[in-house]
């Protein structure tokens, strides 16, 4: 045996701890794990940002506290052992620091609406954050989808998946429902005005 060989087996990380690790070489970037798999997003760009502070001001103005409103909070989820997912923006109970499980994620029974603004996840956002979302329970998941022009909103989760898809084109508006604690009545043109 030379003096080099290790002696042992060699622990491998956790997923969080694979996960943490990434997040800390990758700054700006978002870890999430979805399925049991690491899911690594860049930075988003400017456009994206200001989709989310339009809909901030939205949200606001129909009268939601600005303690409801909140992004980049993890959600805890029930697909696996380690799994969790971190919206763009979150509409969420006023009880929410009480509902801390672990990680910085927070029990899904605490989110009233999760939003997601597509960029280069696209297919996370439309395929697999569905499925995700409606496991953990989440009453009205909304995607900005750029790529094609377009507002989704998914309710009624059952058995893991949205019942309601309702899709909304420029030149329409839509409301999104009052159990999210206010009434808000969006234009699609302007949610998807940062685009250009």
């Not at 009268?63 to 029930?78: H, T």
């Not at 996840?121 to 790529?147: C, E, Q, T």
């Amino acid at each position: 045996m030379s003096a080099a060989a290790v002696e042992g087996p060699i622990e491998q990380p956790t997923l969080l701890e694979a996960a943490e690790l990434i997040s800390s070489q990758f700054a700006g970037h978002r870890v999430e794990i979805i399925g049991s798999q690491i899911v690594v997003t860049p930075p988003p760009n400017a456009s994206h940002g200001r989709s989310l502070s339009r809909l901030m001001r939205v949200l606001f103005t129909a009268g939601l506290a600005d303690d409801d409103v909140l992004q980049g909070v993890g959600i805890w989820l029930p697909d696996g052992p380690s799994d969790y997912a971190v919206p763009d923006l979150a509409v969420v109970d006023a009880d929410i620091d009480d509902h801390l499980i672990e990680y910085n994620c927070y029990d899904p029974a605490v989110f009233r609406l999760v939003l997601e603004v597509t960029s280069s996840n696209l297919s996370d956002d439309l395929k697999r954050k569905p499925a995700v979302y409606a496991s953990a329970g989440i009453p009205v998941y909304v995607i900005v989808d750029r790529a094609n022009a377009r507002v989704m909103v998914l309710t009624d989760p059952q058995d893991g998946e949205y019942r309601v898809h309702a899709v909304h084109h420029p030149g329409q508006s839509f409301a999104l429902p009052e159990s999210i604690g206010a009434a808000v009545t969006l234009s699609v043109d302007e949610v998807l005005a940062a685009k250009k």
